[in-house]
């Protein structure tokens, strides 16, 4: 009995053997890309051809990182990515990740190895990195004398810093020997003592670039005891040189911007903080002059000078009640005196001698009252308001007066 497939299952089974096969999951191939086109959502649609053939490919819009030109029908290219079937149609075509000129595909699979060898031994760590200093005095640069890429680097240089000092070191950057003369060029300013080193060049192919892939300038950078900032090529252009430097540059232009800081900022930001300083101090001294002003007040307040002057005045307003309150006093003991002057001037024996009334006394002063008290003979003392008459007792005579 024969065995009936739907369309579904035999793709779907073609599909499984492609997904099986280690050698489609990751391949290269290369050839002539025709009829290529750069879809709105970002995916590349084209075909690859030589003599013998005709291949589909697709470059989604995720891997165009992969891609470090603008392809075009007639580009000679080797294509790295995964063959695989479109189900819904039963059809298969190359996946492409990274798409490189034809001639390059050899070194970059040399690039690959070497940054999976140095990554693997640590050199890429960011541990290993070094601080690129905020102000520097002494720039070097290992990059051709002529060019765009030390121009700019020197006009954004200078423009930013003027008083900056730039040592360039004319290196090779392409060709037989341009490896050994950028090492040369990063060992001699390292010595130099500059303060940031800038190794570079302009962009370019794979192959115009590769001395900046070579292990020996990744070790010179690595171990430059200088910080390092590498700017090779374009934006979109990596090579080993990016990954060991300490600080990697998408163009030499912007690596002289991040190297050297612009004066004229600092200058501003200085001035600015000096202002800020100026007008806090001056907010200080104002609050430090009230707190004073009032220290002061509370001084006088508080200070022995104004607690003796205090005391004197109350102790004068003492002194000024003690003195109203004895005259007071004095008042009051005069006008009793005089009360009583007045209470006693009526039993005062003047008073009653002016009256015509005597005191009669014996010779010993004492006073007579009694005719008991004097006998015939006896002397007596009889005073009167003027003076004393002195008198002989020839007789006495009792009476019973009505008091």
Same mark, same amino acid.
């Given at each position: 009995?024969?065995?009936i497939?739907s ?21 290269y191939v290369?050839g ?7 879809h ?7 075909s690859?051809k ?9 470059m989604?819009?995720g891997h165009?990182?992969?891609l ?7 580009d000679k290219?080797?294509?790295?990515g995964t063959?695989d079937?479109?189900e819904?149609d039963g059809?298969?075509?190359l996946y492409a ?6 001639g390059a595909?050899?070194?970059?699979e ?5 940054k999976?060898e140095l990554?693997?031994?640590g050199?890429f760590?960011q541990e290993?990195?070094q601080?690129i ?7 070097g640069?290992?990059?051709?004398p002529?060019g765009a ?8 240089s200078?423009?930013r810093?003027?008083y ?6 004319p290196?090779l ?8 003369s950028?090492v040369?060029g ?7 003592g ?16 590769? @001395? %900046?892939?070579e292990e020996?300038?990744a !070790? #010179? =950078?690595?171990?430059?005891?200088t910080p390092?900032?590498?700017a090779?090529?374009?934006e ?5 040189t990016d ?10 232009s912007?690596?002289?911007?991040l190297?050297?800081d612009?004066?004229?900022n600092?200058l501003?930001?200085i ?14 001294l104002?609050l ?6 009032q ?6 307040y508080?200070?022995p000078e ?7 005045e ?5 002194e000024q ?9 004095i008042?009051?003991?005069r006008?009793a005196?005089g009360?009583?002057l007045?209470?006693y001037?009526?039993?005062s024996?003047l008073?009653k001698?002016?009256?015509g009334? @005597? %005191? ?5 002063? !004492? #006073? =007579?009252?009694?005719i ?13 308001t003027?003076g004393v008459?002195e008198?002989e007792?020839?007789?006495?005579r ?5 008091i």
């Open positions: 009995m024969k065995t497939y369309v579904g299952q035999v793709n779907r089974y073609v599909k499984n053997m492609f997904v099986q096969d280690f050698v489609l999951k990751k391949i290369k002539e890309v025709s009829n290529c086109k750069y709105p959502s970002g995916h590349i649609y084209f690859l030589d003599e013998t053939g005709l291949l589909s490919c697709v989604f819009a165009r990182r992969g470090a030109f603008s392809m075009k029908d007639g290219v080797v294509v790295g063959v079937v479109y819904r059809r298969y075509q990740r990274e798409i490189t000129l034809e595909g050899a070194l970059y040399r690039f690959l190895a070497l999976t990554e693997e031994m050199m760590a290993y990195k601080p200093p905020k102000y520097i005095r002494r720039l640069v290992v990059t051709a002529s890429a030390v121009q700019d680097i020197r006009n954004i200078l423009r810093n003027p900056l000092q730039i040592i360039l070191y290196a950057v392409q060709g037989e020997g341009a490896a050994d950028i040369k990063i060992h001699m300013l390292d010595q130099a500059v303060d940031v080193i800038i190794v570079g060049r302009g962009g370019g192919s794979i192959e115009d670039l590769w @001395a %900046f892939n020996k300038v !070790r #010179a =950078v690595f171990e430059c005891r390092v900032i590498s090779v090529g374009h979109t252009d990596f090579t080993i990954f060991v430097a300490d600080l990697r540059a998408p163009t030499p912007a690596a002289a911007e190297a050297v612009n004066l004229k600092t501003e930001t001035w600015n903080y000096r202002d800020r300083m100026r007008r806090g101090m001056k907010g200080k104002e430090y002059e009230a707190k004073l002003g220290y002061q007040v509370r001084l006088q508080l200070g104004s607690r003796l002057r205090e005391n004197r109350r102790m004068r307003l003492l009640e003690f003195r109203d309150a004895m005259e007071q006093k008042q009051q003991y006008h005196l009360i009583y007045e209470r001037k009526g039993l024996p008073s001698l002016n009256r009334y @005597a %005191f009669v006394s014996d010779e010993e002063g !004492r #006073a =007579v009252t009694k008991s008290q004097a006998s015939s003979g006896q002397r007596l003392e009889i005073s009167v003027d008459i008198a007792v020839s007789g006495c009792k009476e019973n007066w009505n």
